[in-house]
């Protein structure tokens, strides 16, 4: 069964908005360079997005009793919006595996940017949101717009009140054998906002190649552009520690 609703829907669906960090600077200072170009790089970028279409999935996948959760992908310039749509009403077991799918999708994202010499910023929320083939609107995209504007001023993806205290709400029911892989992706920040972990960003293998591309993107920077990396580089550089449920729901 796929779930998801990818080419059209109105309904509750999480969503986040990932700005490309520096990118418009970038275009400003490197639009006629031709090497390290900007604009090549994003289009590279979008091109080896995880995006997905109804068309990927055949009539045995519509009908078994597996259920699937494909993410949507979409670009806008250099923002990128991912977003899942929750059949109605919302199944108590569907939130979980939705979730952990939105949040692969977005490890998945954040680690192409890196490996082409980016990194990102934003949001992601839970609420109202309808979308077609051609538009996103509603209430949860205009939150996540926002707060990744007023809020989100270093590399992280920040999770917003209603999605945390969803979240909260949905561990307090009761635990279940996926509940970790949800706690694994999400952290504490310093300021006491839950944001994306970014320890979920590699393997043990890779783990020194992401952080050296990210201290060659801050090297590259100049003057408070420098500091938008501090705080992920402190993160990947600590220990990891897994979420604790008791830190849901607090805001």
């Known amino acids: 069964m796929v779930l998801g609703n990818i080419d059209n829907f109105k309904g509750t669906g999480l969503v986040a908005f990932i700005d490309i960090l520096g990118f418009a600077k970038e275009i400003e200072e490197k639009w006629d360079n031709l090497e390290d170009n900007p604009l090549q790089k994003l289009l590279s970028l979008k091109e080896k997005l995880p995006k997905i279409t109804n068309e990927v999935f055949n009539e045995s996948d519509r009908n078994s009793k597996t259920k699937l959760f494909p993410c949507r992908v979409q670009t806008i310039s250099d923002s990128i919006i991912v977003s899942f749509g929750f059949d109605d009403p919302l199944i ?15 490890s998945d994202i954040w680690t192409r940017a890196i490996e082409l ?32 504007q007023k809020y989100v001023k270093t590399s992280r993806i920040l999770i917003s009140s209603s999605l945390n205290k969803t979240l909260a709400e949905y561990f307090g029911k009761g635990l279940t054998r996926l509940d970790e892989n949800i706690l694994k992706m999400l952290r504490k920040d310093i300021d006491g906002y839950i944001i994306f972990n970014p320890h979920s960003l590699y393997s043990d293998q890779n783990k020194q190649d992401i952080i050296g591309k990210l201290q060659n993107m801050q090297n ?9 990396y501090t705080p992920l580089l402190a993160i990947l550089t600590s220990n990891d520690s897994i979420l604790k449920k008791s830190e849901l729901g607090k805001y």
């Open 92 to 106: 108590h077991g569907d939130l979980i595996l939705a979730t952990m799918a939105f949040l692969y999708t977005i």
């Open 220 to 228: 590259k920077s100049k003057g408070l552009e420098k500091e938008k």
């Open 117 to 148: 010499g980016f990194t990102v910023r934003g949001a992601a929320d839970i609420g109202q949101i309808f979308w077609d083939s051609k538009e996103i609107i509603g209430p949860s995209f205009l939150n996540v717009y926002q707060l990744e």
